[in-house]
Structure formats: structure tokens, C-alpha cells
Nanobody
Framework: QVQLVESGGGLVQAGGSLRLSCAAS????????MGWFRQAPGKGREFVAS????????EYGDSVKGRFTISKDTAKNTLYLQMNSLKPEDTAVYYC??????????????????WGQGTQVTVSS
């Protein structure tokens, strides 16, 4: 099993910043990649960013490129998402996810096998 616990969400004004964290644990924690997704009310789960756990390759969704940065601390088994220049349309529940295999691709939710409970990010205009 893998446990993923997100933190760092909250209410912020447009143009502000937040840093999300995702603490991972469990015997089955052996990610190929780790990712962040988000889901706004009434919408599907949207890819935000992913990072290789070994190596440094990253990918970003088009709507967050240049504003968000994904990073990791492998010694602490912790994933981060630095969010700058936040917009009201960034309002969503943000989830971190674990992808164990190289099957599929890193921007599809079905490729991930474990998920956190999510943390709410609300951006006011």
C-alpha cells in the first residue's frame, strides 16, 4: 500500500502563491513518476504536472506552464507543487498521485495507482 497526504491548500487572492506538499509512505512506494492533478466542481480530473522520481524530467499542463513548478525531495519521500500567479480558474481540489509503471503516460489519471485525499485551493478575484 501507498499513503499520500497532501497539505498546503487554502484561500489566496489572485496573483498570489501557494506551495502544496504531498508526503508519501508505505511499503509499495516505488514511483516511476509522481503527479499532481486537480478537479474543479462539475469538471473532470485535470493533469497539472508530473516528475520522474529517478531523474529530473517534468511535464506540465498547458494551463499552468510558466506559473507552477513541481519538485521533489526523495530523501523525505515528499512531492511539492509551487503555484505562482494564481488565477481564479486555478480553484480546485488538488491531488497528488503515484504511478508505479512506465505503462500509459504521465498526464492520464488512469496511469496512476494511488491517490491522496486532496487539498482545496481557492483563488479569489
Amino acid at each position: 500500500q501507498v499513503q499520500l497526504v497532501e497539505s498546503g491548500g487554502g484561500l489566496v487572492q489572485a496573483g498570489g502563491s501557494l506551495r502544496l506538499s504531498c508526503a508519501a509512505s508505505g511499503r509499495a512506494f516505488r514511483p516511476y513518476t509522481m503527479g499532481w492533478f486537480r478537479q474543479a466542481p462539475g469538471k473532470g480530473r485535470e493533469f497539472v504536472a508530473s516528475i520522474w522520481w529517478i531523474g529530473s524530467n517534468t511535464e506540465y499542463g498547458d494551463s499552468v506552464k510558466g506559473r507552477f513548478t513541481i519538485s521533489k525531495d526523495t530523501a523525505k519521500n515528499t512531492l511539492y507543487l509551487q503555484m505562482n500567479s494564481l488565477k481564479p480558474e486555478d480553484t480546485a481540489v488538488y491531488y497528488c498521485a503515484h504511478r508505479a509503471l512506465s505503462m500509459g503516460n504521465s498526464y492520464t489519471a488512469l496511469s496512476y495507482d494511488y491517490w491522496g485525499q486532496g487539498t482545496q485551493v481557492t483563488v479569489s478575484s
